[in-house]
């Protein structure tokens, strides 16, 4: 069996064992009927209910792995995993596919290239340091990095602009083309030219995590990999969530892009090419992770950081950091946009997270009652904090476009009707959801 789904307290995934392997050797056209026992398992029905406040909540996880199933039809990925929980644990969680297109099924042990989600995990990381008093957040580059000392405008950002995507650095930067090793690119990382003037604009920056992971090493004297598992994912049990995974790891490895600079199809080694010439450790990505150790994040999260930070430090990660900019940004993680939210609008107001370009996503609402509201108890109490997991390689074996996002939307939707009854606006935007397999 190639999928699994589980449910409520119910593990649900299909335990390790023999493998075997199954599939077409590409995506399948968008019209392909099911010929997988994936496929069949969890076909969605042919069309909606006519009343989804009326479904039973039983049957939503059927649903979610059924929405997930028709992207692998339409041929967006090869695989997925997923997980939708709270502080407590899972509440429903499943795997599907295949590690490639005609490769070995999923057991749900896979690595999964987690793509830019690398990066809150460095910002927890910096965090946890601030708080141990290592760094300061507003300290500046050019108190860690000398060569940046006489670089006109740089040398004074800070480490919370670097968090915030505030620092004007660019965005898109494939600096690799350019420049084969680790030297040459940081020179030509120094050179960058800014947006604007930092703490004026935000704009999703790659090349600020990069510089990010610098400061941390350069802070600590450690490298950013040890510190990654030192500060979080040693505390948290994540004990598999790794840059640069040995071979061993590699085999359980979900593939991602053929890659023609590489020249192979990429298994094992992370997908973003600036993050191959720094050689695969780097703030912006590079970390690899199972759906179980996403999981551990996940319940620390939903959980108001779990021990990882004090309360007010959990707090002030989470809070929006730049009101009055375009875009909802906190330390480290994204904040839901009222508009052009990847997760679209059914996640609360203070939801945040993070979104990697492999197809990877993890969204936390701290207060989350099914329909996408923010609230609190008659005791001022907040509700129970929700996490929402979704790995995919929606860049195997080409990174051309698929219709993902409206997939990942989708998803959260369904998702965040598992919290209670499903709400109007969660209905509408399942039913179109129900075409992915259409509009792959």
């Known amino acids: 069996m190639s999928g699994a789904v589980g449910g409520g307290t119910t593990q649900g995934a299909e335990q390790p064992g023999a493998e075997r392997r199954t599939g077409p050797a590409g995506p399948p056209p968008a019209d392909r009927q099911a010929d997988s026992p994936a496929d069949r398992q969890t076909d969605p029905p042919a069309g909606p209910p006519a009343d989804r406040r009326a479904e039973p909540p039983a049957d939503r996880p059927a649903r ?23 502080a407590a644990g899972r509440e429903t969680h499943g795997h599907l596919g295949t590690r490639r297109w005609g490769g070995t099924e999923l057991n749900g042990t896979e690595l999964w290239d ?38 006109p405008g740089k040398a004074d950002i800070t480490v919370t602009q670097l968090l915030t995507h505030t620092s004007g650095l660019p965005g898109g930067t494939p600096l690799w083309r350019a420049h084969s ?38 802070a600590t004297a450690t490298g950013l990999d040890e510190l990654v598992a030192q500060q979080v994912c040693g505390p948290l049990g994540m ?18 892009e053929l890659c023609t600079w ?42 108001g950081g779990d021990g990882l930070l004090s309360a007010s430090g959990f707090a002030r990660m989470t809070a929006c950091h730049t009101e009055g900019l375009p875009l909802r940004r906190c330390l480290g993680w994204q904040g839901r ?16 997270g993070h979104t990697g370009f492999t197809g990877t996503s993890l969204w936390v ?19 129970e904090g929700r996490y929402y997991i979704l790995l995919t390689n929606r860049v195997h074996p080409s990174r051309g476009p698929r219709r993902f996002p409206a997939v990942r939307r ?20 399942a039913r179109p959801a129900q075409g992915v397999s259409r509009v792959g």
């Not at 090793?181 to 930092?198: C, H, I, S, V, Y």
């Open 181 to 218: 090793d680790r030297d040459g690119l940081l020179a030509a990382l120094r050179e960058l030219p800014l947006r604007g003037a930092p703490g004026t604009v935000v704009e999703y920056s790659s090349a600020g995590f990069v510089l990010l992971g610098l400061i941390l090493e350069r």
């Open 410 to 429: 989708a998803f959260h939707h369904h998702a965040a009707a598992l919290a209670g009854p499903a709400d109007t606006e969660a209905a509408a935007v």
């Open 365 to 383: 609402d701290p207060a989350a009652d099914g329909a996408g509201t923010d609230r609190a108890g008659a005791d001022g109490t907040v509700a």
């Open 337 to 352: 946009d009222a508009v052009g939210s990847p997760v679209g609008t059914a996640m609360g107001p203070s939801s945040y």
């Open 64 to 86: 979610l792995a059924a929405l997930l199933a028709a992207g692998r039809r339409a041929g967006i990925y090869s695989a997925a995993a997923w997980s939708v929980g709270t």
């Open 239 to 256: 004990r598999e969530t790794v840059f640069a995974p040995g071979p061993a790891a590699r085999e359980r490895a979900v593939s991602t």
């Open 114 to 151: 987690l793509a830019s989600v690398t990066k809150p995990i460095v910002g927890l990381a910096a965090l946890r340091l601030a708080e141990a008093g290592a760094l300061r957040l507003d300290d500046t580059v050019g108190v860690y990095l000398p060569e940046y000392r006489r670089v």
């Open 262 to 303: 590489r020249g192979r199809l990429v298994t094992g080694q992370v997908h973003d090419e600036n993050a191959v010439v720094l050689g695969g450790v780097c703030g912006h990505a590079g970390l690899f992770a199972p759906l179980a150790d996403m999981d551990r994040l996940g319940r620390a999260l939903a959980a």
